[in-house]
């Protein structure tokens, strides 16, 4: 059995405003009916694969959970890392988990953000690299090119070897200018790097040994000193901060001389960037790609989504434009500027808009709300809780609360009176008063929240108990 | 005195998404903290003025008497058509409403929807046709062009006549294709048509007689059977169905010839699509007009306005283009499409968009109410009492209601039973019960209204009372 490992920790914003820092692309659902994160890890429920193991951050932990539950993936380990170091010690930490319970398991790594349509074809590949990887060798997994990408690396190959069943790694490229992308895409002799491996661990770790053993050492104190917190594995802080930030091909793979690639010529994205997004969501004849409720008149070659269903985006007379749009942010330009989309984040950071970096969806362990409508002395939310959770006991200092259930049963504590209330019924929460909020039932419990008071920040939360361990 | 004449009824579609057909752009705040209407009565506050003939449709009364409440100006007369009748009508009728009280009185008619920023110097443009308009003339106002412009009709100039003050009229030009009009606008002889007019009343109706007398006919029959409602004055249904929808431009201006003209050399514009609002607005050094909050990051000649607080709007590399960014709607296109946007929300009313027609804030004789969140039986709504106002005694046959107030003082009837709510507070409106929600303060009321039923449409309303007359 081959033991996935996923790698969710990023938080890219090329994506943005539908990618945020606060909930990341792997998260989202770009193309699709299930995140990019979901669909990773269901290419891995097969009978050749083990229980995946999950590298992400604190912030996405029960993202993650919620998520591999929504999509039936009952067991699962998931590694928090205590920041984010790249994917060099993020696959170390995996690996040396997975060796744990068996220390030649084979691993395979791979990005929880990627597009891999064909789900049989790429088991089929990783079927492929497998003599290989159990041989000994590191096994990558390189894309045949379909255009002269400037946006990803390549990995020049040398000979097919017959024996291993792959061909042989001559360098990696990093992602090169137009004029080499044009000449090495078409040659036959170049693929594109998608940063999937596989490999035997105890492998893994002898090249860590070999070359990076600062990166080796510290992880491994970080796994040593993991603490068990909820279901999830906390690697250890101290130890994680001293490793190195810096990318598993950078390691390992531009050093290690027992590398090889299978060619997989199915299709493959990383999803970069928008214009990416444009490219694999099939533009119709026009050339346009468009989700969500869109009226596209008269235009060709663009990308308009609306993400919110009661949110119509028009689109008149576009020529290659991209256009994003959310209640909250709205992106437009023209889809050779993609690439600049971070920038334009770090813009929208400096000037302090919180859309930046926040989500209108705030997800926690027990569900989720979201700002309906705010005053100078009032907010609205809406909050979804999940059956059977449980939000902490807490109190405010500046606010009172009323509570309407419009879905599901709610259980509420106030002070010393526990009551239920079920859909049109409502409570009270006084300024100052201990009081808890479950979902006792096994439908989501949806209510509307009206806080008044003279300060109204999240910040303002006296935790008695939680059953997150949050402070 | 001269009596202005503010016509306000119109419902243009190219400045969609902000003027929609529930609330056209003149209510809008398009340039400046007021509304073009209320900018439109401003101009006519002056010793010179009478107090304004506002001509209007049903669906706006309270919009326009609101706005001017809050523009300080206190004493109008509002005149409902029972539909729309093009300008000839209109004009007519608030012409023969003003000869009630003086049969030789001097009116000046305006659009509501234009923009003129010298406010002096229009009032002295005004002055200048005064001695024309009372002996006799019907006074047009003709606006020198300051580019070939294709989207006016013009008014070929003949000699200026000494006597009158005003220069003779030649002929009506209809809007021009871009040839004539870069041959037109620059040869001293022709202005822009701004439909502005100023006539003695009993002129108008001497030029109605003659060159349109069915018009005259029906309108008269309108204004003589006209109804008092609430301060508003009705024109009579029956009368004003049969009158021919007709311009003023086609029944007067072309036809008569006691007609002049008296040049204006200020700046004007009509606002009519988003291109004109962007070349009004100050194009900053790249060409941008931006409003809102808007981050413009290496655009230049574009349009960007995010008409919500909470709503960033990023443009980036953009070129020409416009985007207009609202919660519920955004529109994308270059500004050479500006003319087309009346088209697109055609198509989106063909696919049954309610953003076609509806505004989110609908406004309503006691104030306004927005949807903040919906669900398949709940909905949540933000609703805006105005001092003194007072909804109507009703009860639902499918839902029940949560209040709860968030800013001022609610007056809650219930069945038998008067609340008094203050901020903080809240109440429950059962399903079948009558009730009624007033403001008694002296400051706005703002609550939270939390709907659950099976049924969540505005018709499943029974009215028992209220005070708007409404049905």
Redesign the interface.
Known sequence: MITPILLCGGSGTRLW?LSRKRFPKQFAQIAGDSSLFQQSAQRFQAAAFADPIIVTGDMFRFIATRQLAEAGIAHAAVLIEPDARNTAPAILAGALHAAKSNPTALVLVAPSDHLVPDVEGFRAAVEMGRPAAEAGQIVTFGIRPERPETGYGYIKIRSFDDALGAALVDRFIEKPDVEVAEQISSDGEHLWNAGIFLFRVDILRDAFAHHAPEVLECTQGALDTAEEDLGFLRLGTEAWKTCPDVSIDYAIMERADNLCVVPYDGAWSDLGEWNSVWRELHPNADGNSTSG?V?A??CSGSLLR?ESE??????????D?M?V?M????????R??AQ??G??VA??KK?E?P?ATDFPRDNRPWGWFEA??H?S??Q?K?VYVHPGASLSLQSHHHR?E?W?V??GTAKVTVDDEITLLS??E?V?IPLGSVHRLENPGLLPL?L?E?Q?GSYLGEDDIVRYEDAYRRK
Request: proline share 7%; aromatic share 6%.
């Open positions: 405003p409720p009226e008149i008269d609306s009661g949110q119509v985006l028009v689109g008149l007379g576009l020529k434009i256009a749009a209640p909250d942010a709205v992106l437009v330009a023209p050779d500027r600049d989309v920038k334009a813009a929208l000037a808009y859309q309906l409508a005053g002395r009032f609205v809406r009172a009323h309407i419009v879905e859909e049109n409502s009270y949806i509307i009206v008044t």
